[in-house]
């Protein structure tokens, strides 16, 4: 499976490859993003310290970043490199793989739904299609597809171009996406303290904290004349939005009523 649009990898580019075979020379590897390609790692391209035998450091079947030093796309040799992969490299090479792999293992699962549903075209021919007509076209150049997958979970971003999307795949990738990425609720908590010595006392209270008491927000007894105020949400910045609308309110309807102090602080 091609993970990218173009076939082969650029120089210098930073893949995961997997050890498949090793030598007293060097080590034969697939390239995990595009479609299990076979490269080459030179032992003296595998660290700047002098090694006699690849077997002393590689094992097969080990997963890790590589860089690539040389590529002939019409005989198809490639050829890779550790000697200067960086450890800032293998962190986002290895962030990107998994985010990417995630990815496709979502589009994989849509593509056999939609293949069970509609037994005329096969799981690999839905897989391509939302790989040439959806993903490619999204990414274009852009990795972190996955990231996208949780935004669209997280903050209600449309999947991608709605006119391009048949509604039976839309409604099947945001199911499987609500089910696979689960996005920790954040909590938003404000204490307000509110007094009232005149005649109205607490029914004057009562009345300024049920005019924050909206949709999404939970109002709670501290300790008088402490109120905890708690939004809780997905989305930070529309949680902010909903408590600072909230505590307008109660600010709003504590002017109104004489005797009655409001003082608050945001947690």
């Given at each position: 499976?091609?993970?990218?649009?173009?076939?082969?990898?650029?120089?210098?580019?930073?893949?995961?490859?997997?050890?498949?075979?090793?030598?007293?020379?060097?080590?034969?590897?697939?390239?995990?993003?595009?479609?299990?390609?076979?490269?080459?790692?030179?032992?003296?391209?595998?660290?700047?310290?002098?090694?006699?035998?690849?077997?002393?450091?590689?094992?097969?079947?080990?997963?890790?970043?590589?860089?690539?030093?040389?590529?002939?796309?019409?005989k198809g040799f490639i050829d890779v490199s550790k000697k200067h992969v960086t450890a800032t490299d293998i962190s986002l090479c290895t962030n990107k793989y998994k985010s990417i792999n995630r990815s496709y293992n979502i589009i994989n699962r849509v593509s056999?739904?939609?293949?069970?549903?509609?037994?005329?075209?096969?799981?690999?021919?839905?897989?391509?299609?939302?790989?040439?007509?959806?993903?490619?076209?999204?990414?274009?150049?852009?990795?972190?597809?996955?990231?996208?997958?949780?935004?669209?979970?997280?903050?209600?971003?449309?999947?991608?171009?709605?006119?391009?999307?048949?509604?039976?795949?839309?409604?099947?990738?945001?199911?499987?996406?609500?089910?696979?990425?689960?996005?920790?609720?954040?909590?938003?908590?404000?204490?307000?303290?509110?007094?009232?010595?005149?005649?109205?006392?607490?029914?004057?209270?009562?009345?300024?904290?049920?005019?924050?008491?909206?949709?999404?927000?939970?109002?709670?007894?501290?300790?008088?004349?402490?109120?905890?105020?708690?939004?809780?949400?997905?989305?930070?910045?529309?949680?902010?939005?909903?408590?600072?609308?909230?505590?307008?309110?109660?600010?709003?309807?504590?002017?109104?009523?004489?005797?009655?102090?409001?003082?608050?602080?945001?947690?």
């Open positions: 499976m091609y993970f990218y649009k173009n076939t082969y990898p650029d120089i210098d580019d930073i893949i995961m490859v997997k050890i498949i075979k090793v030598d007293d020379m060097g080590a034969e590897c697939i390239l995990l993003e595009y479609n299990n390609k076979t490269a080459y790692l030179p032992i003296n391209e595998f660290s700047r310290r002098r090694i006699k035998s690849a077997r002393q450091v590689l094992r097969v079947n080990n997963i890790l970043p590589l860089q690539v030093i040389f590529v002939d796309k019409i056999e739904i939609l293949s069970e549903q509609n037994e005329e075209k096969n799981k690999d021919d839905y897989f391509d299609y939302l790989q040439n007509n959806l993903i490619w076209p999204f990414l274009n150049g852009r990795y972190d597809l996955y990231q996208h997958f949780k935004e669209v979970v997280r903050d209600d971003k449309p999947l991608f171009n709605e006119n391009s999307l048949d509604p039976t795949i839309t409604t099947i990738l945001l199911s499987i996406l609500k089910n696979r990425i689960k996005i920790i609720e954040k909590k938003i908590i404000s204490t307000v303290v509110i007094t009232n010595y005149g005649p109205e006392g607490v029914d004057s209270v009562k009345k300024c904290l049920m005019a924050g008491n909206i949709e999404g927000v939970n109002i709670t007894v501290k300790k008088c004349p402490e109120y905890e105020i708690m939004v809780v949400c997905v989305n930070k910045t529309k949680g902010e939005e909903l408590m600072e609308r909230s505590l307008k309110l109660i600010e709003n309807k504590c002017s109104m009523h004489i005797n009655t102090v409001f003082h608050m602080k945001i947690i």
